[in-house]
């Protein structure tokens, strides 16, 4: 558990010395017993948890003594980074803001068109979402090089849930309307979280499980677009693999557009040759960072000259004109699609969330700043709740943009500003020449884009790490591609849930030998030299001993006992009189392991073996004193080191031949 | 985690030797590096996963090396129990088992009758369920001291919970059929739970959970009984506190019946009177034992004589005489209501396993036998499955009845078998004497037996040795009180469930210091005399690094770092040059801690600080060799020691001067 680190951190007086001497336990044999940490009250203990858990960063140092004014400037400070950063502002910054910000807005033109059909939304509304909230985050937020906007994953989430609940072509006006109800209680939720310092939820879905949905998300997006990239009409509203590839296959003598296919395939194999060329030379990022606006330029004038819509060529036709309307009086209050918009709000924004905060980490480890998770929640909450009111779509962090302005130098926020003004001057002027735009180009741009989610590499680390975490990444990445966005989020989630639960039920208990020559007492699995004392059973619990396995390990330590008792049998040596029980990983114990610790020393005494402990920590020593178990023990059977318990047994077992 | 013990078990070559010499570590600076553990497949480390978490206790240790036959003789043994310890049953045995039998048979006939009150059911089907499965469990079951049939808790429960779904006076054959069904597939739940070797499953409810639990069931019992025990008519079917006493005084007035009152107060100060006796004089446990029918036959006869039922004083009247009817037909197997049959049985299914396992896990500890968990519900669960189709409820294992059993003496279950033969007697012959019972006497004998489950000692342990686990068993027990049962328990479990949560993702990080005069390093607030090494900054993680935790380690340990850095400059010490990570109670690691390990590593090379570990246990640096950061770190920084890894550190801040 977590009480104690704080007073540790104030206890804990800063005394000097040298490094230590050499240490000969026989001229000096107990020089020091168990220490007992002070006694600290309920209050006391409460609070310090509840800090621990909440405010570890501690986030209000800094106000310590200051006065009124000053508190409330730092206030605003904190809640605007900008305020602080904003004054040492300066041109050469800006240089490289500018071209970043150029840079990232010609790949989230093309790619806020393409992911609003994902989310079932009309072309402006990705665009939308690219010009409010990046401007709310550049204010509020502290990553200096997130890149934010409507990003692959999460609107395909909200498009398949939503979809779920309401028929986008056949009532698109409430369709809408949920969307932007979803989004608002995303930002709701996201800021709700970082508010409350509740930012740790969102740790609970493991690396692996992200990495396998990530992948999955991918492949399904891609597919996808093979309706853009194969020009197919009809093609099922369903994600999974299955029926992607029946409409596929279904549609192969009449559905498919040869001459969509060659734009697609043609300019597809470009994007990836531009990718690979900047994969190869980190200097020529810019390549495929502007390969799509490009092959956007060039198949639209393509189309436009030969009039390939005129054989079928579906292209974007129509986007609407002029800035973000208000979309407040759109958003649900009452009626039954609250709900329905809270449901796929909290999933779509702690989606969200994670991608963000990932990405945020990720950099700032880079660039070596700090990063507050909370607070990123909170700003990217509100830029949600904004961007809700004036029709835009779930907005966040994009892993492909971020590393592009990451890359082309960016310096703080006002990279996104610089993107946000380029698609206000899009949506002000240019959206009448996107008319030509084939989807198909769309199409392949997507599958360029997500294809980098397929992280093989992690998946092949992971296998190598954790045969458990890979299992979770396979679940989530196979739940995705076979059965549905929704299921493998579900998959990754209980996986990642069932690990926690499997490691706090089945903690590690390990037996312990001397390594010869030495006072220092090691597994003896990975230890192989390490030697067993006759007459003593050295068992070390290796986790908190809590209710949920309390009982296993006593069962544990009886079987390694028992074990034990049998080889020395076998092997005629002397009977086993001691059992020491190294407590050093047990940083904690509750009054389950308290009963569990007592009925091992009950059945102990029965088998006429003594029962010794060795350094227990300070949550644990205070706890078997509060229990009076230290009594029943005797705290003369106690020891600081497993040496000295050794060193003891031996006495012992001399005295009685 | 898990994987490993196993081998270990095999791993450890039993090396003899003499108890270790004195250790001088400037003599032998660096004897032992970090070992390797053996590699091992996939294949193999799942198999031991599955293995330690399901097959601790190694069941099947006993059939190795042995013949068809006999392999399958054992596996009846394992299955029936009484095929081992039957033949070796005698007369002297028997005796013991006789007694301790009438004297439970004694206790549970006018229980069984008040307890089917509470679950709505008419007396016989408390009787049918102290008949039947007794005798199932004598054959199947590994617990000597357990008296099985129903228990105030489970029947309130299953009273409760059948009552939301079906009106028990309106349809009471709906009624009696859903329980039937409830009772079928709680048994099931509880055999397959066995079977299936999740029996751990059950631990996830915490000790306190159920103290708390337990107390407010108990007091909730109680209230209820005040019906009887002031014989008021018209009384509320809502069991919290509020609405219950609501109901008692507003029939204050008229509701009231004198006569009623007088016997239940009279005979409810007898029992109680009885019970202290038993308490005070542990040679006397008869006197509470046999308490409850000796004060039924002086009421019955009383009110028969005095024709007090005239007088408004209600009685038992009609139970159905004969033994258990089958009821296999009743069962729902389709329709509506098996789901909700489904629900009710797991949940009382859950509940029952947990109080029988936690009494034989008890007594099993009293007299030093095993009891193998997942065998026990196994028996329960065919026990309750058999009493499904012979009209018995939901039976489970008896605190108070198997104390008492206990104490009487009782060698085998075949004291049950007496029980039951007891109860079968009164089915055939004696259920019309019950006519005159007054049903005060049954609410008095209730309210003595269930005072016993308040366990307000356990509360205040719990209170000492962990606050947060108190709060969980207020929590479940003011829950059951005002609110409902259902609610009590809805809120025990995921007060337990948060606790877990809480306790992976905020581990605990301390500050190392050296003990003077030794190579020991301890938390400097449990030993404030432990003292800093200047230049080095030793922290200890207590707690596997998951991704539930790996980002709150990277940070926690960067904070001490800072923390002592300023310390450092005020008191205007050597800045810090190295971090010494002990690693010791790091049992395990996953591909997130891995990347946050990464990640310490690159903030510390920004702040020209080493980054050294000690003592990984033996997975970790399995892991931290898979995932290369072994190479990145160096591995000849990391140590097997702290007192190595100092020695290191000082001796080259002196190459450097």
Redesign the interface.
């Known amino acids: ?2 009480h ?2 704080i ?3 104030t ?18 044999p107990l ?2 017993k168990v ?3 002070p006694q600290r009250n ?1 209050a006391r ?2 609070t310090d ?1 509840l800090k ?2 909440f405010f ?3 986030p209000l140092q800094q106000y310590k003594d200051q006065s009124g004014p000053t508190k409330f400037m730092m206030w605003l400070q904190f809640l605007f980074p900008v305020l602080e950063w904003g004054r040492t502002y300066n041109f050469s910054k800006f240089k490289g803001d500018l071209i970043a910000g150029l840079t990232i807005a010609s790949l989230c033109i093309p790619q806020d068109i393409g992911y609003s059909k994902l989310a079932n939304l009309d072309p402006q509304y990705g665009l939308y979402s690219s010009f409010i909230p990046p401007l709310v985050y550049a204010a509020m937020g502290s990553s200096r090089d997130i890149a934010i906007g409507p990003v692959a994953v999460v609107s395909l989430l909200l498009g398949s849930l939503l979809q779920n609940e309401v028929d986008s072509n056949k009532n698109k006006e409430e369709y809408l309307r949920l969307a932007f109800t979803a989004t608002f209680f995303a930002g709701i939720t996201q800021a709700a979280l970082g508010f409350l310092r509740l930012g ?1 939820l969102i ?6 499980a992200i990495v396998g949905f990530m992948g999955g998300a991918a492949i399904t997006i891609a597919l996808q677009q093979l309706k853009y990239v194969l020009g197919i009409r009809d093609f099922t509203k369903k994600t999974d693999i299955v029926s992607v590839m029946e409409s596929v296959w279904g549609s192969v003598h009449h559905g498919w557009n040869w001459q969509t296919m060659v734009i697609g395939v043609a300019f597809l194999i470009f994007l990836l040759f531009a990718k690979y060329i900047g994969k190869k030379n980190k200097k020529l990022f810019w390549v495929p960072a502007i390969a799509p606006i490009t092959s956007v330029i060039l198949a639209t004038f393509f189309v436009y000259i030969t009039r390939a819509d005129k054989q079928g060529v579906q292209i974007v036709n129509h986007i609407k004109k002029g800035i973000n309307p208000s979309s407040a009086h759109k958003i649900y209050f009452t009626g039954p699609f609250v709900a329905k918009g809270f449901k796929i709000g909290v999933v779509c924004g702690l989606i969200g969330l994670t991608e963000a905060v990932a990405i945020g ?1 990720t950099f700032a ?1 880079l660039k ?1 700043y700090q990063l507050d ?1 909370n607070k990123e929640m909170v700003a990217l909450g509100t830029m949600n709740v904004v961007g809700s009111m004036t029709s835009c779509y779930i907005a966040t962090g994009s892993f492909s943009r971020s590393a592009v302005n990451f890359m082309a130098g960016c310096q703080t926020s006002v990279s996104n500003v610089v993107m946000s003004a380029v698609v206000l001057l899009t949506l002000l002027v240019i959206t009448p020449l996107f008319k030509y735009t084939p989807n198909a180009i769309l199409g392949s741009i997507i599958i360029s884009a997500v294809i980098g989610l397929v992280d093989y590499e ?1 998946a092949i ?2 296998w ?6 890979f299992i979770a990444c396979m679940g989530a990445f196979f739940g995705v591609i076979f059965a549905s966005v929704e299921i493998g989020l579900l998959i990754a989630v209980s996986i ?1 849930f069932a ?13 312990l ?8 007492y ?8 390490a ?4 007459g003593v059973v050295i068992v070390r619990v ?3 001993i ?7 390990v006593r ?2 330590i009886l ?2 006992l028992t ?2 008792e049998d ?1 020395a049998k076998e ?1 005629g ?1 002397p009977r086993i009189n001691f059992l020491i029980v190294e407590m ?2 047990v ?2 114990i ?3 392991g ?2 569990a610790l007592e ?1 091992l020393y ?2 102990l005494q ?1 088998k006429e073996i003594q029962l010794i402990l060795s350094n227990p ?3 644990v ?1 205070e ?1 078997l004193r ?2 009076k178990l230290t009594e029943h023990i005797g705290s003369n059977s106690i020891f ?2 497993v ?1 000295d318990a ?2 003891f047994c ?1 006495s012992k077992s001399l005295q009685e031949p």
């Open positions: 558990m977590v104690h680190s007073d540790e951190a206890g804990n007086e800063a005394n000097i010395t040298t490094p230590p001497p050499s240490y000969n336990p026989s001229e000096a020089m020091y220490g007992y940490p309920f203990e409460f948890t621990e858990t570890h960063d501690n740790f740790e609970f879905l493991s690396h692996a980490r480890t070596d998770g992690a680390l992971i190598k790490v954790d045969k458990m975490d990642s690990k926690i639960l499997l490691q706090v039920t089945r903690p590690r208990t390990v037996l030998g001397n390594l010869p020559g030495t006072t220092i090691r597994n003896t699995y990975q230890y192989p030299d030697r067993h004392v006759p290796d986790s908190a809590y209710f949920s396995n309390s009982n296993y069962e544990r079987r390694w074990d034990e080889k092997m040596l050093s990983p940083i904690d509750d009054t389950s308290i009963h009925d009950k059945s029965k920590g300070s949550i020593i706890k509060a229990s600081l080191t040496a050794v060193r031996s």
